[in-house]
């Protein structure tokens, strides 16, 4: 049961590393908004797709 627990305490970890990779919050095309969160990618924003956006543009 320990073995469990730790498994699913790494993948958790690992999972919010992934999510933490996301650059939407930074970037100048990000609104915020959640009707619409970005001008160029709103299909993707905020989601694992936009890690390697190519129109990220820090503010």
């Not at 958790?12 to 992934?18: F, N, Q, T």
């Not at 990000?30 to 989601?47: I, N, Q, V």
Request: contains cysteine.
């Amino acid at each position: 049961m320990a073995w469990n627990v730790w498994q699913f305490t790494e993948e958790g970890l690992a999972i919010a590393r992934r999510l933490h990779q996301i650059p939407c919050s930074r970037c100048r095309f990000f609104s915020g908004d959640y009707r619409l969160k970005c001008s160029l990618h709103p299909d993707w924003a905020a989601t694992e797709a936009a890690i390697q956006c190519p129109d990220y543009h820090f503010e």
